[in-house]
């Protein structure tokens, strides 16, 4: 946009910038239904504000979705976008996994803000420090949406660890340890797998993995301890990048 001919009003906008402005506004909302869950979170604890996104996501989402419908002009059933229920199972899989890969990508370029002005170090600091926001909430998220009890066991885990972000975009399977444990691997990683590409080693991930899959663990059964069993830097065979071990004793707190 030329600094010479600022618009004063939306209105005045072309077509193009109404375009990036209405892009910039979604990202508004994003960042704002963000910070009002900080916030809480900051203030009156996580447990509390779990339970106002619960509240504000019900009703918010409704409302969302019966504006865009209006103002699109499509239609709405079951609360749900009609074109989005129509559309192919195969194509909303795409989307789904579309979705994940920008939630990654968006990951990734975060991390790299910070690495390309301040440095690695800074960089992973504040990336594990993230992990230990985001997967709790990504679990509390999962739980919602399928309806899992508050301890759900190693059964449950492993069904929440198949709705993951990461669960649409990489390799994973699950070995039976014992009676009350489970190994979960990564069979490949989307990230790992680039980086093969280019010819360069692993991401030293270890510590922001300690950090995510404990805390997942623990917020879809506070009673399931985590192991890490290698994870790069650590070496790993070719057929998987990083192995983890999930336990639960019986009577465990």
Known sequence: MNEKELPTAIEELSQEDSVRFLLDLFHRNIIHHALWFTEISHQMGMEKALAAMDDALGRGLDIQIKRFAKALGFSVKKGLPEPLLDMPKEKLLSLIEAVSANWLATDGVWFQAVEFTHGMNDAK?????????????????????????????????????????????????????????????????????????????????????????????????????????????????EEWVCAWRFSLTEGAP
């Open 125 to 237: 600091r504040c990336n594990d420090s993230c992990w230990g926001h985001f997967s709790p909430f990504e679990a509390w998220s999962i739980k919602r949406f399928l309806g899992l009890p508050a301890n759900a066991g190693l059964e449950g885990l492993k069904t929440a660890l198949n709705f993951r972000l990461y669960a649409n975009l990489n390799k994973q399977s699950f070995e039976d340890d014992s009676p009350h444990s489970f190994i979960f691997h990564m069979n490949q990683c989307r990230v790992q797998a680039a980086r093969q590409r280019k010819g360069l080693d692993d991401y030293p991930c270890k510590s922001g993995g300690l950090v995510e899959y404990t805390y997942f663990a623990r917020a879809i059964d506070a009673r399931i301890r985590t192991e890490c069993l290698a994870c790069p830097p650590d070496p790993h065979p």
